[in-house]
């Protein structure tokens, strides 16, 4: 009985032994790869900040799609021929981000959106921008940058665009989302907005407050968001309203916060905007409040980031 016992303790320290060593021969692929180190949630590139949250995601660009497939089935088939898509790029796109991140290309974007939807025209605006048309301490851009990119969106929807705005500054200067968030102190930014003849004489109205609010909220410059200064922040669906337009047409955009510093500037050229943001309004309960009638122009204008992180579209 010793001597069997002898042997299968011998048998078992033979096989760790064979175990071991066949581990130490293991091929460099077959072994496990050391973690890499996590990324920072916020990146500094020559004084801007940048978000590692905007990585191409072909899953969530394909519900995006289907959100956006959704909304042209039960609202816009009768808006067929003037239905267009444009792609914000991420500002990280003009940066150098940190190794193991690539944020997600405008084009690269807009290419996946386009090979399942058949029924937008894409109007192209990312050559028109640079780094310097973002904010240094915050992910959306100036909107006092933003003239060469309304008319670039007015042109390719068929409608003029005049350029006779007024740059105003907020008395106060502020550090956006991405300021504490940095691992270096950055400058604050500047808040400006753009006024004018047309622009004076807008209003807009909340569907959520059933009330009539200004284009800008001044109030705002002095809370933790004053982005919110364009179009009172998120809202679900607003509706501008120009009396001194250019036209009397009516545009349709489904949009994310990014829209809200442009769309002022398309009042120039459209009598009635409605700004439409699904993350907060259910595709399927906008027909409660409106439905197009095939005369109106439809823009789809969101960020690479949202795009590739859709989830929260409804």
Known sequence: MRVRHLKQAAFVLLSCALVLGAARWLPETEKEAPPSAALPEVYVYEGYAASTE???????????????????????????????????????????????????????????????????????????????????????????????????????????????????????????SYAAKADEPLAADTLCYLTGKVLDACTVYD??????????????????????????????????????????????????????????LLAESYRTIYAVDIRYLSTQLLGRFFTPDGSEDVLFLYSTMVLNNSKTMK
């Open 207 to 264: 569907y959520e407050t059933q009330a009539d609010e200004p284009l800008y909220d001044l109030s705002a410059v002095d809370t933790d968001t004053p982005y919110d200064l364009y179009l009172q922040g998120s809202r679900s669906l607003l509706r501008v309203d120009s009396p001194l337009s250019a036209t009397d047409k009516t545009l349709v955009v489904f949009r994310d916060s990014f829209a809200s510093s442009l769309i002022p």
């Open 54 to 176: 905007a990585a191409l995601d072909e899953k969530s660009l394909s519900y995006a799609a289907r959100k956006f497939q959704q909304l042209y089935d039960g609202y816009l088939t009768a808006n067929a021929g003037h239905i267009y898509l444009s792609v914000i790029p991420d500002k990280g796109s003009f940066t150098r981000p940190p190794e193991g991140y690539t944020p997600a290309a405008a084009q690269e974007t807009a290419d996946a959106l386009l090979g399942e939807l058949d029924f937008v025209r894409y109007a192209d605006i990312a050559p028109l921008l640079t780094l310097e048309d973002y904010y240094r301490t915050d992910p959306h851009w100036r909107q006092e940058r933003l003239i060469p990119t309304a008319q670039a969106l007015a042109q390719a929807m068929g409608v003029p665009m005049a350029d006779a705005f007024e740059e105003n500054t907020a008395d106060e200067s502020f550090s956006g």
